[in-house]
């Protein structure tokens, strides 16, 4: 095991966290244990061989590779569902995961407690082989707390029994009254999610696997999801399960590069786009990407970028290697890089958060994955909200009507549609509002970092409940 050079901790017991290797996943578990460890906590980081993070940039973490447990054919498929599921059984067949808390385990005679493990809430195995082991577990919800009470099975199995889902075309606008504000179309997506009994298998062992763990950390703050926590906290008093909002996480330590890069991407960002946004006036540029995983067709790609250049607005466009499905690198349509000229800037890969942090940016297209979203609050930037799929529909729904801090892009793409919705987020008075109300927000989250602010005591209590353990 590869102990990191920072400060020794103090506290006498290690804490061993398991991150679901995607980008949206491992970034909020790697700044956890950051935030742990700058508490006093000794930290081990279990990972897999696919999207492992880079130790060199974790000074004081240690990190433990598990002998692979993502088939090749696995770590290539695009549907998330079959790859969180196919993860958990290979798992649990291989018992690699087992072997590497045992080994962790064995090490205690060292001296430092192994107190818990803390996992992804998408990783049931591993939870499964901590509690063959004794030892306790803590899971991890990197989305919001209203994801984390939509995606639960008594939950699904409630929207069945009341004839919200399946969905269809007449019900889709229908307001679900026991989840306010969502819809039946910010549930699930009926044509990007497999059979009912799948999507119940998978939320029956991720309900499970919080509910046999002594504890649920969520990468969420009071200030904004407040009636959503006292709902969970309620929910899990019943059953001992202390809930920590101790969000946004990637802003609870400051990071220890200084040369403001992500420490945590697993793609190497392009810098020069800052120089760029130096040359551009305040608010003026929107910024477009649509995170790590999300997929976007050819014909898509075509309406979004004649739609940015026919708004007039400058902008700042991710295009990721893999954005449309099966094809590396996606060539813009003819003429579009000329049209554009002196105004749009096109990227593989962005420092995302110093973008969103830059002054010259005043407006972020996004898919609303949920780091993205809490990126954006961070820095008071208003969001034009296509969301795709997953916990990316209910969210936008609370950023467009709840937080109304951004605009909703709905239905079939296309480029005049593209076109209003920039014009209305950037340009027109509806506008206005909605950046006055991403600034009230910003406020409010930094207030929550604060030294004695709602995430930081969230943490002390988290450090407290592990010693406990
Ligand atoms: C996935 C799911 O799609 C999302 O719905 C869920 O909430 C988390 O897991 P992803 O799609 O990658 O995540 O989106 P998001 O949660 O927004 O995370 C993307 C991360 O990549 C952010 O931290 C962002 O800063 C980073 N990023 C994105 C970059 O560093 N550069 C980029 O160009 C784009």
Redesign the pocket.
């Known amino acids: 095991m590869a102990e990191g050079d920072g400060p020794t901790p103090a506290r006498g017991a290690r804490v061993v966290l398991f991150p679901l290797p995607?980008?949206?996943?491992l970034?909020p578990m790697l700044h956890l244990a950051s935030a742990l460890h700058a508490r006093g906590l000794a930290v081990t980081v279990l990972h897999t061989a696919y999207n492992a993070p880079d130790p060199a940039h974790h000074p004081g973490l240690a990190f433990v590779a598990v002998p692979d447990v993502i088939p090749e054919a696995v770590a290539a498929t695009t549907n998330?569902i079959a790859k969180i599921l196919a993860l958990n059984a290979a798992m649990e067949a291989s018992g690699h995961v087992r072997g590497a808390l045992a080994s962790l385990l064995a090490e205690e005679a060292g001296g430092q407690r192994l107190a818990c493990l803390i996992f992804d809430s998408t990783l049931f195995a591993a939870q499964k082989a901590a509690a063959g082991l004794g030892l306790p577990t803590l899971v991890l919800h990197?989305?919001s707390a209203a994801?984390f009470r939509l995606f639960r099975s008594d939950t699904y199995n409630m929207l069945h029994d009341r004839g919200y889902l399946p969905a269809t075309e007449s019900n889709l606008h229908m307001p679900v009254k026991e989840l306010p504000p969502l819809q039946v179309r910010d549930l699930f997506d009926p044509s990007k999610l497999p059979n009912k009994e799948i999507v119940q298998k998978i939320l029956g062992r991720a309900t499970e696997s919080t509910t046999n763990s002594s504890g649920a950390i969520l990468n969420t703050f009071e200030a904004l999801e407040s009636r959503e926590l006292e709902m969970i906290r309620d929910e899990l008093a019943d059953r001992g399960i202390p809930p920590f909002a101790v969000g946004p996480l990637?802003k609870l330590t400051a990071a220890p590069s200084n040369d403001g890069a992500?420490e945590?991407?697993l793609?190497s960002?392009d810098r020069v786009c800052m120089e760029w946004l130096d040359a551009r006036g305040p608010g003026s540029v929107l910024y477009v990407?649509?995170?790590?995983?999300?997929h976007v067709t050819a014909d898509e790609l075509v309406e979004i970028a004649w739609g940015l250049a026919n708004s007039g607005v400058p902008f700042l466009l991710?295009v990721?290697r893999g954005l449309v499905v099966g094809v590396d690198k996606q060539e813009l349509p003819d003429g579009f890089m000329a049209a554009v000229e002196g105004r749009g800037k096109v990227?593989e890969?962005?420092?995302?958060?110093e973008v969103l942090a830059h002054p010259a940016v005043g407006g972020f297209w996004?898919?609303?994955?949920?780091?993205?979203?809490l990126?954006s609050i961070y820095e008071g930037v208003p969001m034009l909200s296509r969301p795709?799929?997953?916990?990316?529909l209910p969210?936008a729904r609370y950023v467009c009507d709840v937080w109304r801090i951004g605009v909703l892009l709905e239905g079939v793409l296309e480029r005049r549609e593209v076109e209003k919705a920039i014009k209305k987020l950037m340009e027109e008075d509806e506008g206005v509002g909605i950046r006055g109300r991403a600034k009230d927000l910003k406020e409010k989250v930094r207030m929550c970092l604060e030294s004695s602010g709602s995430s930081q005591l969230a943490v002390d209590k988290l450090v407290d409940h592990i010693l406990s353990l």
């Open positions: 995607s980008q949206g996943h970034s998330g990197t989305g994801g990637h992500d945590t991407s793609l960002q990407s649509f995170g790590s995983v999300v991710v990721r990227i890969w962005a420092p995302q958060q996004t898919h609303n994955g949920w780091n993205s979203t990126e795709i799929f997953g916990d990316q969210t």
